[in-house]
Antibody, heavy 117, light 111 residues
Framework: QLQESGPVLVKPSETLSLTCSVS?????????WGWVRQSPLRGLEWLGN???????NYRPSLKSRLTLSMDTAKNQFSLRLTSVTAADGAMYYC?????????????WGQGALVSVS | QSALTQPPSVSGAPGQRVTISCTGT?????????AHWYQQIAGTAPKLLVF???KRPSGVPDRFSGSKSGTSASLTITGLQAGDEADYYC???????????FGGGTKLTVL
């Protein structure tokens, strides 16, 4: 089970920080862990992911503003997005990324609705 | 504009069969990457519905099935039920993005 937490209102030009708490599985054991956001303008949009060994992969358009990190002691992973604008307002979901022949998002948090204003 | 193209809406009567298409390109589905499908009921998070070579997570009925051909994929729902009303999204890996892409979503209405 995944659960997002963090401020729901962020001012333009400031930093958005969200944390995903994971229960029922130790994130250090395996899988990729990631973030997806959803807005009426952009639909569902993969933002980035972090591997259980700490390796990261970011959406190219966000690479300069986005940082993902992991705290295995707390069994959490986090998102930090700097210099936000109104276009970053969206529902943010944390996800677990599993693999068959290719990767898919097999578990989703309930979402955190973030407004930029 | 999404990398994967889906029809905005489809509809069908209870008991009928509907198919939702997902058209990709040579950098995603056409490159051999599977299409996966998600169901999003209003006000809730997306839920994995079909993945890989037509596999379903535990609890998803076999009324839901996926297929792929060339640069496109399809989700078929048989025996439509009122509870199937939702938005459906396809997802794949894209080599141009070096990341995952989603379709724009299809709203299913059960008449």
């Amino acid at each position: 089970q995944l659960q997002e937490s963090g401020p729901v209102l962020v001012k333009p030009s400031e930093t958005l920080s969200l944390t995903c708490s994971v229960s029922g599985y130790f994130i250090s054991r395996g899988y990729f862990w990631g973030w997806v956001r959803q807005s009426p303008l952009r639909g569902l949009e993969w933002l980035g992911n972090i591997h259980h060994d700490g390796g990261t992969n970011y959406r190219p358009s966000l690479k300069s503003r986005l940082t993902l990190s992991m705290d295995t002691a707390k069994n959490q992973f986090s998102l930090r997005l700097t210099s936000v604008t109104a276009a970053d307002g969206a529902m943010y979901y944390c996800v677990r990324i599993a693999a068959a022949r290719t990767y898919y998002f097999d578990s989703w948090g309930q979402g955190a609705l973030v407004s930029v204003s | 504009q999404s990398a994967l193209t889906q029809p905005p809406s489809v509809s069908g009567a209870p008991g009928q069969r509907v198919t939702i298409s997902c058209t990709g390109t040579s950098s995603n589905i056409g490159a051999g990457y599977d299409a996966h499908w998600y169901q999003q009921i209003a006000g809730t998070a997306p839920k994995l519905l079909v993945f890989g070579q037509n596999k379903r997570p535990s609890g998803v009925p076999d009324r839901f099935s996926g297929s792929k051909s060339g640069t496109s994929a399809s989700l078929t729902i048989t025996g439509l039920q009122a509870g199937d009303e939702a938005d459906y999204y396809c997802q794949s890996f894209d080599t141009d993005l070096s990341g995952w892409v989603f379709g724009g979503g299809t709203k299913l209405t059960v008449l």
